[in-house]
């Protein structure tokens, strides 16, 4: 189920499997591709790094509106099985929130120029497509 923190951001308790996100430590701990994991983390957080960025933009946009049987690591935030503009407004509405996750490499999370008009250009269309339903 969906929470709030203090600050207004959406919570949830996300899992994924290790063999889609390829991590080889979670929380501390060493992992391997058979686990399953689990964290409390800002609704969105596609990959549970503990941040919400582009990287987790690209898991909805990649998933939005294809059909239904998708998980958190897909984009789906809300666990209805969809992708869809529900989905990317909790990411919306949580995106630039991280838990204190250690950064990679100094601007290793800066997108290029391009980057930044493609998603400015995915956010139109998917706002475009909600005024039409």
């Known amino acids: 189920s969906l929470t709030t923190d203090g600050q207004g951001h959406v919570m949830a308790l996300a899992y994924a499997d290790n063999a889609v996100l390829g991590r080889t430590i979670f929380g501390g701990q060493s992992v391997n591709a058979s686990n399953l994991l689990i964290a409390y983390t800002y609704a969105g957080d596609a990959n549970l790094d503990g941040a919400v960025n582009l990287l987790d933009l690209n898991a909805v946009a990649t998933n939005f509106g294809s059909g239904g049987g998708k ?12 992708v869809n503009i529900n989905d990317f407004n909790l990411l919306a509405g949580n995106f630039g929130a991280s838990l204190g996750a250690t950064p990679g490499p100094l601007g290793a999370l800066v997108p290029e120029p391009a980057a930044i008009s493609l998603v400015c250009c995915s956010i139109a269309m998917i706002a475009r497509r909600r005024r039409q339903f």
Do not use: L, P
């Not at 998980?71 to 969809?82: F, H, K, R």
């Open 71 to 82: 998980v958190w690591t897909q984009g789906d935030a809300n666990y209805d099985g969809v």
